[in-house]
């Protein structure tokens, strides 16, 4: 049982990889789209720029030409590059903003989660204390002393710890991220000493 536990946290682990891989590919292929735009509005710009210096070197010289405005100029390397790094920041931006938000919202969630699981333990020890009420009740019914109902119910108490505690350190002495390890070395950890 505790291997399949392993194998489907090992399994998760991998899912996990995988999108974590198909995001950061996903950024690549916003980049790649980003700069494409940007090289075809150079091009344009290029296109543009040469039209409307065929347009000039065509029309015929008047007194007035010099005061035509200055021809746009196309946009090099560096604004492409400044353009594509703003833009980058902005993906790197959003990103970020959403991890901000899923964690904020796992936060509220877990927040929940330790609540409920709180009102669920008062609600527990409430019902333990009822049963163990309940059967001192039963044995001063069936005759017993006050003294032997309530060692009973002490007793079953400690057994209740005893077992609990056992299992604690059974969870204690088991090494941490052992699905980890033994993913990363391909074979089985040794048992810390």
């Known amino acids: 049982m505790e291997k399949q ?5 090992s399994q998760t682990a991998h899912e996990t990889v995988d999108r974590a891989a198909q995001a950061v590919s996903s950024v690549g292929d916003r980049v790649s789209e980003k700069y494409e735009e ?17 347009m000039a070197r065509s029309a015929p010289a008047t ?3 010099a005061d035509l405005a200055p021809l746009r100029r196309s946009p090099g390397l560096g604004d492409l590059l400044d353009r594509l790094i703003g833009e980058s ?9 959403l991890a ?22 008062v609600l527990v020890v409430t019902a333990w204390m009822a049963l163990v009420a ?15 109902a309530l060692l009973v119910a002490a007793l079953i108490n400690l057994a209740g710890a005893g077992a609990l505690g056992w299992w604690v350190r059974n969870l204690v ?3 941490p991220f052992t699905a980890l390890v033994r993913q990363l070395r391909a074979g ?4 810390p000493s």
């Open 5 to 9: 536990q392993i194998d489907r946290l």
């Open 38 to 54: 940007l090289y075809a509005m150079q091009e344009d710009a290029q296109h543009a720029d040469a039209q409307q210096v065929r």
């Open 63 to 65: 007194p007035g030409m």
């Open 89 to 97: 920041r902005e993906l790197v931006s959003d990103y970020a903003l």
């Open 100 to 121: 901000a938000l899923d964690a904020r919202r796992a936060a509220i969630r877990l927040a929940l989660l330790l609540g409920a699981v709180l009102i669920a333990a």
């Open 134 to 148: 309940g059967g001192i009740v039963y044995l001063l019914g069936q005759g017993a002393s006050w003294i032997t």
């Open 173 to 175: 002495t088991e090494m």
């Open 188 to 191: 089985v950890p040794k048992e």
